[in-house]
């Protein structure tokens, strides 16, 4: 189901892109009208909604807060009937959800939700709502409902910027791109790295900027499906600390994308590489400043640094995929794990 989950991403963005208009612009007026709006999500969900929080920074110049949904209610006090809260969610069944919106509507706060389950219990207690429409998800691993939230916020941010017609662009340009990488080609390069990735007992991933949340839910899925421990960070906070931990059995996947972090991605990098680690850059192929520093390097289709964000995000899954079908783990029901988290 995961694999088929992923193949079903550039249909997903393409729907969205030619059909919600209404809803996104719905989501963006209401961020418009509100007086301090915060963003809640759990797991994968947080890391889209993290991702969203610089999109309306970046493309709209605007200050939209966000907090994991487990943690919301330490934070309600500052709640006000013009305050907006909106929750990200597959199943729209997430407690901590749940209990964040409660939380913000006893506080007469306006509630609005991003959610692939339109009947759930978040979708009835939503005054509006932003429908994925990505189908059902039968892996535990969220993956397709993942960049259909990011897809989402990138709209939302340009909606609310005066440029719709840009984002709408942008996400059927990352269906384009998303599509190519699904061809055998890509697939096999990847396969490949999975294949020198999968006997790490640790490994990092980081990135810088916008590409800092995709790190985030890229370590997820590796931890997720294969098991391996798989930190994200900040690329510049490595060396406040965690620095003390590289060496040439601890690979780092640097997601080393366009943008104005671009240039200190690089410096970062080549102060890992002095310590003798392993790098797989995700990245421009021909780029000569990556592939320099880079043991590896996963090209990404060229395209916008926004429409990237959703084209490493799949390729990163891909990775995840193929490092967990190596180790022979259980890919669609992972241990421990639940599809929904349904209680606190």
Aim: charged share 20%; glycine share 6%; proline share 5%.
């Amino acid at each position: 189901f995961m694999s088929k989950e992923m193949a079903e991403q550039p249909a997903v963005l393409e729907r969205l892109a030619l059909e919600a208009e209404d809803q996104i612009e719905a989501l963006a007026e209401a961020i418009r009208a509100s007086y301090g709006a915060y963003m809640v999500g759990c797991g994968t969900a947080s890391y889209a909604a993290l991702t969203g929080s610089y999109l309306f920074s970046r493309i709209a110049s605007r200050h939209v807060n966000f907090s994991p949904g487990s943690e919301f209610k330490y934070y309600e006090h500052f709640l006000t009937p013009e305050s907006l809260v909106i929750a990200f969610s597959q199943s729209g069944e997430t407690a901590d959800i749940i209990e964040a919106m409660l939380a913000a509507r006893s506080r007469g706060s306006k509630l609005a939700g991003v959610l692939n389950a339109p009947r759930s219990t978040l979708g009835r207690m939503v005054d509006l709502r932003v429908d994925l429409n990505a189908g059902p998800e039968q892996c535990v691993l969220s993956t397709k409902a993942y960049t259909a939230k990011v897809a989402v916020l990138l709209m939302t941010a340009h909606a609310l910027a005066g440029t719709s017609a840009e984002g709408r662009r942008l996400v059927l340009e990352a269906a384009a791109g998303i599509r190519e990488m699904l061809a055998p080609a890509w697939i096999d390069r990847v396969r490949e790295i999975a294949a020198n990735l999968y006997q790490a007992e640790h490994l990092f991933v980081i990135g810088r900027g916008l590409s800092y949340p995709t790190a985030l839910e890229a370590a997820l899925k590796i931890k997720e499906v294969s098991y391996i421990h798989a930190e994200a960070y900040a690329a510049g906070e490595l060396k406040h600390g965690p620095f003390a931990l590289l060496s040439p059995d601890t690979p780092v996947i640097a997601i080393c994308t366009p943008g104005p972090a671009y240039e200190v991605m690089l410096g970062n990098m080549k102060e890992m590489k002095a310590r003798g680690t392993p790098i797989v850059a995700f990245g421009n192929e021909d780029d000569g400043d990556v592939s320099d520093i880079a043991d590896v390097v996963i090209p990404l289709p060229k395209a916008h640094m926004w429409t990237q964000v959703l084209t490493s995000t799949v390729l990163l899954q891909l990775l995840a995929y193929h490092t967990a079908n190596r180790l022979g783990r259980e890919i669609d029901m992972p241990r421990n794990l639940a599809k929904s988290v349904t209680v606190e």
